[in-house]
């Protein structure tokens, strides 16, 4: 009975070895070094079918190591590498423009285009500590420089650099507006959002 349940645990490695191939490198050796410094205790608490009958064998507990990290759920973000796309570079691809510095020239030319690609979707952005989340209800013409955060307040560029601590790499993009209670606009760069998809 220990033969095949040693063996069974070497397949289920094996298995998992596999997985974690396609799921990725990095998320493997993050799950190594985590799962050797607790070994002992983790592997006492996760298979106590097979350790009951083999805890003093020491090959087992080696082989246990990959298995059981394996077995740990690690918590994925909301929002994966794969489902963030800039905003601008949305508009780059629907708009047919290949250099940034021009995609500012063509949202004003072409805004009324523009405006309809963007209002109604949901956009996120991870700079603040806290994800801001919000459906685009309109798309200035004025880009972020010229544009005024208050009234007779600064710029939405020196607005963020002064608060945010960010530097803009594009202030020449124009920016999303989220509408707030009492007709309240809030301005946010193009360049910071994500869409959410």
Not at 27 to 49: I, N
Not at 68 to 91: E, M, Q
């Amino acid at each position: 009975m220990s033969e095949s349940g040693e063996l069974t645990d070497q397949e289920d490695v094996q298995r998992n070895e596999e997985n974690d191939k396609t799921r990725g490198t990095k998320r493997k050796k993050h799950q190594r070094s985590s799962s050797s410094s607790s070994s002992s205790s983790s592997s006492s608490c996760s298979s106590s079918s097979s350790s009951s009958s083999l805890s003093g064998e020491t090959s087992l507990s080696e082989n246990e190591g990959p298995s059981v990290s394996s077995k740990v759920k690690i918590p994925k973000l909301s929002h994966s590498n794969n489902s963030r796309v800039f905003i601008h570079r949305y508009l780059m691809h629907t708009l047919s423009i290949s250099d940034v510095d021009r995609l500012g020239l063509e949202i004003r030319l072409r805004h009324e285009t523009v405006r309809e690609a963007l209002i109604g979707k949901f956009v996120f952005a991870v700079y603040a500590k806290i994800p801001i989340n919000f459906r685009i209800h309109d798309v200035t013409i004025e880009s972020a420089n010229q544009l005024r955060a208050f009234k007779n307040g600064p710029s939405v560029e020196e607005y963020f650099r002064k608060k945010n601590r960010i530097m803009l790499e594009h202030p020449q993009l124009p920016c999303l507006v989220q509408r707030g209670g009492d007709n309240h606009k809030s301005f946010f760069p193009m360049e910071l959002m994500f869409l959410n998809q």
